[in-house]
Structures are given as structure tokens and as C-alpha cells.
């Protein structure tokens, strides 16, 4: 990583709940919190915890020089859909490869992402 852009990811400890329209769509104690530079840490979700019935795969693709491509889902609960409202990046970069097969949201989208000890 570049000293001007660190990134780390680390376990953790608690437990991480997503909700969307009042629905569980994932629930862990698996979680991964991926720090990078100044924004806002990001709780990545193993997909085995998450409720991937309510996820269909859209078109959208980004790519971040320091993370790689990441692929988008929209999420169908409560009543609601999220259009691309989670993110997962399926090969990242070496330097953060453990968020593989983990999903991502946007707070904006879902009602809560709660974390609880």
C-alpha cells in the first residue's frame, strides 16, 4: 500500500447485523473492518452470512487502484430494493485479498449496519 493511502484489515470481535425494509440481510461475527486512508471504516461481511437470496448482481463495476474491481448488488427486502446498494470485491489485491468473498454496504441504503459487543 502507499504510505499516503493505508489500508488494513482486521477481525472483528463483535457482531455485525445489516438490515434492509426491516429485514436481516446479514448477520455475522465474521466480520472484516477494512480501514483505508481518511474515510469511514467498512465492515465487510462473509457471504455465508449474508442472505445472498435477497442480492441479484447488477452491471455496475468500479475499480480502485487500491482495492481492484468490485462488483455490485442490489438488495430486495422489506418491501425495499437497493440498487446497488452492497459491493464485494471477488479478486482483490494481494494486500487486502482477505476481503474476498465478503460483502460491503452503503450506509445510505440499508437501514442500519449495527455493530453490537
Known amino acids: ?5 493505508p489500508i ?4 472483528n470481535p463483535h457482531r455485525v447485523r445489516v438490515v434492509v425494509g426491516g429485514v436481516i440481510v446479514a448477520e455475522t461475527t465474521n466480520a472484516l473492518t477494512l ?3 481518511n474515510y469511514p471504516p467498512v ?3 462473509p457471504r455465508a452470512d449474508v442472505q445472498m437470496d ?3 448482481p447488477t452491471a455496475r463495476r468500479t475499480h480502485c487502484p487500491y482495492k481492484g474491481d468490485a462488483s455490485y448488488f442490489t438488495i430486495t427486502a422489506g418491501g425495499l430494493e437497493q440498487r446497488d446498494g452492497a ?9 487486502v485479498a482477505a476481503i474476498a468473498g465478503h460483502l460491503a454496504f452503503y450506509g445510505n441504503q440499508v437501514d442500519a449496519i449495527e455493530e453490537r459487543t
Open 1 to 5: 500500500m502507499a504510505d499516503d493511502h
Open 8 to 11: 488494513t484489515v482486521t477481525p
Open 35 to 37: 480501514k483505508e486512508a
Open 43 to 45: 465492515q465487510y461481511i
Open 54 to 56: 435477497l442480492f441479484a
Open 87 to 95: 459491493w464485494s470485491y471477488e479478486t482483490p489485491r494481494a494486500e
